[in-house]
């Protein structure tokens, strides 16, 4: 049974940093394009970025690019979202997603993704 578990949030003030983790069982992660989403009440969720089984590489979208950073640890099956320079608007619930079909090309749209983890809260503010 695929299973993705989220955890890291909180709060912090603008111009801080938080990791999130994403423990993923039930599959091996390596194989499987990944994503991190985050999504605000009354808002459509969105993606933040990507990350490709094949190599690794990984793809952002322009509001976070050079701010946050995406890897995994194949050995323990997780992968991670390192955030700096937060500023209020990357608030929101943030959620881990895996795509069901291996070796895929990773992209920031939710239909590729089947799975989901329950969300962990990022909250920026003074």
């Known amino acids: 049974q695929v299973q993705l578990a989220e955890s890291g949030g909180g709060s912090v003030q603008p111009g801080g940093s938080l990791r999130l983790s994403c423990a993923a069982s039930g599959f091996t992660l390596e194989y499987y394009s990944m994503g991190w989403f985050r999504q605000v009440p009354g808002k459509e969720r969105e993606g933040v970025g990507c990350?490709?089984?094949?190599?690794?590489?990984?793809i952002y979208v322009d509001s976070v690019k050079g701010r946050f950073n995406i890897s995994r640890d194949n050995a323990k099956n997780m992968l991670y979202l390192e955030m700096n320079s937060l500023k209020p608007e990357d608030t929101g619930i943030y959620y881990c997603?895996?795509?069901?079909?291996?070796?895929?090309?990773?992209?920031?749209?939710?239909?590729?993704?089947?799975?989901w983890g329950q969300g962990t809260q990022v909250t920026v503010s003074s």
């Open positions: 990350l490709n089984s094949v190599d690794g590489t990984t």
């Open positions: 997603a895996a795509d069901r079909l291996r070796y895929r090309r990773c992209v920031t749209l939710r239909p590729q993704y089947d799975y």
